[in-house]
T-cell receptor, first 110, second 110 residues
Framework: KNEVEQSPQNLTAQEGEFITINCSYSVGISALHWLQQHPGGGIVSLFMLSSGKKKHGRLIATINIQEKHSSLHITASHPRDSAVYIC????????????FGKGTRLHILP | DAGITQSPRHKVTETGTPVTLRCHQT?????MYWYRQDPGHGLRLIHYSYGVKDTDKGEVSDGYSVSRSKTEDFLLTLESATSSQTSVYFC?????????FGEGSRLTVL
């Protein structure tokens, strides 16, 4: 079993829909990261969080440390949001170790 | 944006030749990482560094070596490239928690 699991693996939605991507992890963490990768593109850090909730524009990330679960929400989705979203965790007491989920491929239809 | 650059961005080489990829940062961050990204595998750690001359192996280190003689540069070397090392290589840096990625180096080994 992977230490970081994302769901769904693939998601297709219509423009304007509210999107939720989930991430569950099984290790103790010091931080959780949400990353975005457009097709053929580089990897961009969207959020780093260790508790609560963060918002940036139409993107919202939440984390529940007790349940070892995080969600990434996109409001009013747009075709330019089409990308792979990757959840990653920095393992507690292991500054070197970052564990990546396999990513969620999001496709927003116009 | 964090100052992290990779070179070369694209390279085609032949089996058995040595290849060196360079990651350069201007952020003075302690941690630097080399990952490879392949379809179906996500990001896999090759090697990482936690300081000048301090490096350690990741999960897919066979066939790769690294060096870090200066804080700003982390070199990844394929001593004798093989077709299985055809991949996209990403460098990452980590400062006070947040992750920053280079734009990737696409390597093709014929």
């Amino acid at each position: 079993k992977n230490e970081v699991e994302q769901s769904p693996q693939n998601l297709t939605a219509q423009e304007g829909e509210f999107i939720t991507i989930n991430c569950s992890y099984s290790v103790g963490i010091s931080a959780l990261h949400w990353l975005q990768q457009h097709p053929g593109g580089g990897i961009v850090s969207l959020f780093m969080l260790s508790s609560g909730k963060k918002k940036h524009g139409r993107l919202i990330a939440t984390i529940n440390i007790q349940e070892k679960h995080s969600s990434l929400h996109i409001t009013a989705s747009h075709p330019r949001d089409s990308a792979v979203y990757i959840c990653a965790v920095s393992q507690m007491n292991r500054d070197d170790k970052i564990i990546f989920g396999k990513g969620t491929r999001l496709h927003i239809l116009p | 944006d964090a100052g992290i650059t990779q070179s070369p961005r694209h390279k085609v080489t032949e089996t058995g030749t040595p290849v060196t990829l360079r990651c350069h940062q201007t952020e003075n961050h302690r941690y630097m990482y080399w990952y490879r990204q392949d379809p179906g595998h996500g990001l896999r750690l090759i090697h990482y560094s936690y300081g000048v001359k301090d490096t350690d192996k990741g999960e897919v280190s066979d066939g790769y070596s690294v060096s870090r003689s200066k804080t700003e540069d982390f070199l990844l070397t394929l001593e004798s490239a093989t077709s299985s090392q055809t991949s996209v290589y990403f460098c990452a840096i980590r400062g006070t928690g947040e992750l920053f990625f280079g734009e990737g180096s696409r390597l093709t080994v014929l």
